[in-house]
């Protein structure tokens, strides 16, 4: 039972035009989301994250925005560069006691072509 | 600043072997987790500490143990390693608050091989 779905596994977006990267979540208790970036033989670092009381967050070239209604949520970057090309993932949490535990979905390749 | 730092990078055990992953964070974080991320699927949550002296069960505990030393450091244990314990293991520590709320941040993984 996958709670957090990336349904498109990769993605490949010309230099300059925006990448959208879309992740859909199933449990109404997720509070907190957020988009971590993985290149190879790395750890994932963290990249932008929004509460659930927002519908929007802006850092430079990276938007989320948050649909709760239809428990949606997508990373826009625009302009996309060659850097961005990596595993991009989706995360959820719903603080559980003392401990926030994440929810990742499994992950979107996006290529950046030149 | 190191933030988060695991050892070994790379390891490659017999079936029936054991071994311990370790991890440290300098960044005085309360929480530690312990992620597995195998090909084509997200991490999932193996064990965590909610803060030191404290430790609970994740999303796919068998097979592994763990222990929280102190407040930096939190090890992962594979008693008997077995060939689907094949695995990118992470670890992560968590900040709390801030602009919008926790963020965990990750080590660059132990890549483990089991024959």
């Known amino acids: 039972d996958q709670q957090v779905k990336q349904n498109s596994p990769s993605l490949s977006v010309q230099e300059g035009r925006i990448s959208i990267l879309n992740c859909d979540y199933t449990n109404s208790m997720f509070d907190y989301f957020l988009w971590y970036k993985k290149y190879p033989a790395e750890g994932p670092t963290f990249l932008i994250s929004i509460s659930s009381i927002k519908d929007k967050n802006e850092d430079g070239r990276f938007t989320v925005f948050l649909n709760k209604s239809a428990k949606h949520l997508s990373l826009h970057i625009v302009p996309s560069q060659p850097g961005d090309s990596a595993v991009y993932f989706c995360a959820a949490s719903g603080l559980t006691g003392t401990a926030s535990k994440l929810t990742f979905g499994t992950g979107t390749r996006l290529q950046v072509t030149l | 600043n190191a933030g988060v730092t695991q050892t070994p990078k790379f390891q490659v055990l017999k079936t029936g072997q054991s071994m311990t992953l370790q991890c440290a964070q300098d960044?005085?974080?309360?929480?530690m987790y312990w992620y597995q991320q195998d090909p084509g699927m997200g991490l999932r949550l193996i064990y965590y500490s909610a803060s030191e002296g404290t430790t609970d069960k994740g999303e796919v505990p068998n097979g592994y143990n763990v222990s929280r030393l102190n407040k930096r450091e939190f090890s992962l244990r594979l008693e008997s390693a077995a060939p689907s314990q094949t695995s990118v293991y992470f670890c992560a520590s968590r900040a709390m608050g801030g602009p919008v709320g926790d963020t965990q941040y990750f080590g660059p993984g132990t890549r483990l091989t089991v024959l």
């Open positions: 960044m005085n974080h309360n929480s």
